[in-house]
């Protein structure tokens, strides 16, 4: 029996958003029998061809009443955060599915020294440094090895920040946005620099996927990054060209920029990220090959451009101020030559 053939039956929990939904076209499209559990807010398409049962994930009773008598090859839930949504994936999925697949987070590495490589095995999970989303994501993974057993394998993803098409936080368009008005674009220079690992949502899919009936996966922590480690001007550059802008970068200490008139709250997207995930063990384990990061920026693009309606940006109130502070440096430095 094939791999294909004796994992057919898949719970996804939080499918209706982002990779989520991305999860449950995938399988949807390779022929699986797909429950969605979700609070009911967003309809996408893919439902017509999944079963799916309303509820919300924080009510025990409704949770277990609907979900606990059903089983399942594998359930994958995007949306646990906590200790208590661990001990209650055991409680109703214990002995009725024959594996459980979670999404943490990179942020259970918030104690760890920064601008270093992050491996699976470094996290304290008993840690908890005040930061409500991390320490939950903490909580959550210790719980769910404090009482492993026999009767469900767990898979552990970690993924970095997750960007594509359906973002729902839309971090490409803080410079896309800027890019398109034709501008310079200001950029923090920190030393250290900013160093960023982003995932996007087809990969984070794909190894969701690949990980469903797979053994190597079982009891099993994954980073997800992608192939590349590269700097904010890096990532400036790819939405560039992806945009199509001939807009000039200008770089400047953040220390200086937050003295001018209009910018003291100046925070460009990714500042301060260092994240940078080992994913060898999800290469190894689950064939894992993200796509190259500048073809991923470029979807993204793509897909924001198609938009009908696009907020400002964080920050794009204060754009005449940048507009002006960039082009005063690029006048005192063309002088200067």
């Not at 559990?37 to 009510?59: N, Q």
Request: hydrophobic share 40%; glycine share 8%; charged share 25%.
């Amino acid at each position: 029996m094939t791999q294909k053939e004796a994992f057919v039956k898949i719970l996804v929990i939080g499918g209706t958003n982002f990779f989520g939904l991305r999860m449950v076209e995938k399988l949807v499209e390779r022929g699986d029998d797909v429950t969605v559990f979700s609070r009911g807010k967003s309809k996408p398409d893919v439902l017509k061809h999944v079963t799916h049962i309303e509820g919300d994930r924080d009510d025990e009773f409704m949770f277990q009443r609907r979900l606990g008598s059903l089983e399942f090859d594998a359930v994958i839930d995007n949306i646990a955060y906590n200790a208590e949504h661990a001990q209650l994936a055991y409680e109703t999925f214990g002995g009725q599915a024959a594996q459980y697949i979670v999404c943490s987070s990179v942020s259970v590495y918030k104690h760890v020294p920064r601008y270093r490589v992050l491996y699976e095995d470094e996290v304290d999970l008993g840690k908890r440094v005040g930061e409500p989303y991390g320490d939950g994501k903490r909580a959550l993974e210790q719980t769910l090895w404090q009482n492993l057993d026999d009767d469900l394998p767990v898979t552990v993803f970690r993924p970095t920040v997750v960007e594509g098409p359906r973002d729902p936080a839309m971090h490409v368009w803080y410079y896309l946005q800027r890019f398109l008005d034709g501008g310079p674009v200001l950029l923090p220079r920190e030393i250290p620099d900013v160093l960023l690992r982003i995932v996007f949502a087809e990969d984070v899919a794909d190894a969701f996927l690949a990980a469903i009936g797979n053994k190597a996966a079982f009891n099993r922590v994954y980073n997800l990054g992608g192939e590349e480690v590269f700097t904010l001007n890096d990532y400036a550059d790819m939405v560039r060209s992806a945009a199509g802008s001939l807009s000039d970068v200008v770089e400047c200490p953040m220390s200086r920029i937050r003295t001018v008139d209009g910018l003291a709250d100046y925070r460009p997207e990714y500042l301060g990220f260092d994240s940078i995930p080992d994913i060898g063990a999800a290469r190894r384990d689950l064939g894992y090959r993200p796509a190259p990061v500048q073809e991923r920026i470029k979807q993204t693009v793509e897909w924001v451009m198609s938009l009908e309606n696009r907020p400002d940006s964080r920050g794009y109130a204060a754009r005449g101020a940048e507009i002006a502070f960039a082009r005063g440096l690029m006048k005192a430095r063309n002088a200067a030559v």
